[in-house]
């Protein structure tokens, strides 16, 4: 979902409602327990993305990616790690 977001910011800049979104998702409910947010969309660095440090929401876009990539891979699916795909 984080990977999600920040992918989603890169295209569309602005603000989305996360924890309505978590509640009313097409594919399913998900949890933002541990997941930093401000006026209800994902934080960074304590401010909300849409005005976060570029720099940071760059280098946060990155981390997501690799972690995302790094659990499809460690859950079986793709045994090369640079072919598992990340798709958001």
């Not at 999600?4 to 602005?14: I, N, P, V």
């Not at 209800?40 to 990616?65: F, H, T």
């Amino acid at each position: 979902m984080v990977h999600w977001r920040l992918r989603e910011f890169s295209l569309r800049r602005g603000t989305v409602d996360l924890e309505r979104f978590a509640r009313e998702s097409w594919f399913g409910g998900f949890d933002l327990e541990r997941i930093p947010l401000v006026a209800g969309d994902l934080a960074i660095g304590g401010v909300a993305i849409a005005n976060a440090d570029p720099n940071k929401v760059r280098a946060c876009g990155s981390i997501a990616m690799e972690r995302h990539q790094a659990i499809n891979w460690l859950l079986g699916q793709c045994p090369v790690y640079s072919e598992v795909d990340t798709s958001t």
